[in-house]
């Protein structure tokens, strides 16, 4: 009974530990390079020139991905030019979800008319330096002396079925924050969404 009662601890521990992977708000954000749905690489430093970074780790297959979709375009559309660009990452294993192809990639952001980089994480090693776990996840970075610092983590709103009742657009509210140079409200909200399809 103690022998399964200390090896059930062990679980518990390896799960907790498990669970705190990943970058947590504060942290600096490593560079890493992705290859993008126009076949050429982007790195996360090809945006030290900005504010920050919306990273939307996003897919084409997940029907929640697909709800914010035009939420991802238009914060695209609203922010890119006030210096906070969205970078949409798809970190499905296609093996396990051939509709996540780098090909059906290539084809969904011609077909929406995506104005921003959808990089494939096909090792998906970057997906786990994150601690990403859903499709849609967000972690927000704001660039502060050359380095990309997390500011913000979890969901894009706080209604992923209706945009139309949408009462609180969480990464909208931590931006303006941080343009205001004052404390983001919220720093971590649940990510709703799928868990990402790692491969086996």
Known sequence: MKRLLFTGLIMLGLGAAHAQEGYAIGAEVQDFSLKNIDGEMVSLSDFADQEGVIVVFTCNTCPYAVAYEERIIDLANSYNEKGWPVLAIQPNDPGRSPGDSYDKMVARADEKGYGFPYVFDQSQDITRAFGATRTPHVYLLQVSDG??????????????????????????????????????????????????????
């Open 147 to 200: 380095k990309f610092v997390v500011r913000y983590i979890g969901s894009i709103d706080d209604n992923p079925q209706d945009a139309s009742g949408v009462e609180t657009k969480y990464v909208e509210e931590a931006i303006e924050a941080l343009k205001a140079g004052t404390a983001v409200p919220r720093e971590s909200t649940k990510a709703i969404g799928c868990g990402i399809k790692w491969a086996s």
